[in-house]
T-cell receptor, first 111, second 119 residues
């Protein structure tokens, strides 16, 4: 089945950029998503990218997709303490029916 | 944006009792809803796909007789954990799929989650 991997932890200083990486295995993916989860809460959709795109920018967020290497990244510019959370990448698979989630990356923003 | 609610947000119950969790799409109709389970510091595990007016589709390894799903309307799906045991303690999250209109991205919107503790 589909396998989506992320690094577990990232620590950055406030004001710096954060880059969260994700790799996936399903070459038939159509959409890839980034979700944010704060402690004890559900998931908030941050952004997404269609598989025929290389890059998408949305305010402080930049998504890069390397389809050949099956690598997805999320860059957060000017990272703030409120960005501290767990970030999940997700891949739309199963003929467009299922989201397969990555393992999640805990982002910690230090002053 | 689309809003999905869950009720209750947390529940503590005794072993052997049944617990019902509701998932509602508040401002859109969802023919398909999903139920996930999340263990501490882990990712979401899809348990089942809930289809309005038909039987749910369960993922491999998920007991359908233990986790009863009912999707009776376009805005409500329920998950009942029957004869709950301590190992069922977890964070349960639902999502609702919004197909939207032409040109709008099909997206899953997530509820805030329900934390279940079985004593």
């Amino acid at each position: 089945g589909e396998d989506v991997e992320q690094s577990l932890f990232l620590s950055v200083r406030e004001g710096d950029s954060s880059v969260i990486n994700c790799t996936y295995t399903d070459s038939s993916s159509t959409y890839l998503y980034w979700y944010k989860q704060e402690p004890g809460a559900g998931l908030q959709l941050l952004t997404y990218i269609f598989s025929n795109m290389d890059m998408k920018q949305d305010q402080r967020l930049t998504v890069l997709l390397n389809k050949k290497d099956k690598h997805l990244s999320l860059r957060i510019a000017d990272t703030q303490t409120g960005d501290s959370a767990i970030y999940f990448c997700a891949d739309l698979t199963g003929g467009g029916n299922k989201l397969t989630f990555g393992t999640g990356t805990q982002l910690k923003v230090e002053l | 944006g689309a809003v999905v609610s869950q009720h209750p947000s947390w529940v503590i119950c005794k072993s052997g009792t049944s617990v019902k969790i509701e998932c509602r799409s508040l401002d859109f109709q969802a023919t398909t809803m999903f139920w996930y389970r999340q263990f501490p510091k882990q990712s979401l595990m899809l348990m089942a796909t809930s289809n309005e007016g038909s039987k749910a589709t369960y993922e491999q390894g998920v007991e359908k007789d233990k986790f009863l799903i009912n999707h009776a309307s376009l805005t409500l799906s329920t998950l009942t954990v029957t004869s709950a045991h301590p190992e069922d303690s977890s964070f349960y999250i639902c999502s609702a799929r919004d197909f939207g209109v032409a040109g709008k991205l099909e997206t899953q919107y997530f509820g805030p989650g329900t934390r279940l503790l079985v004593l």
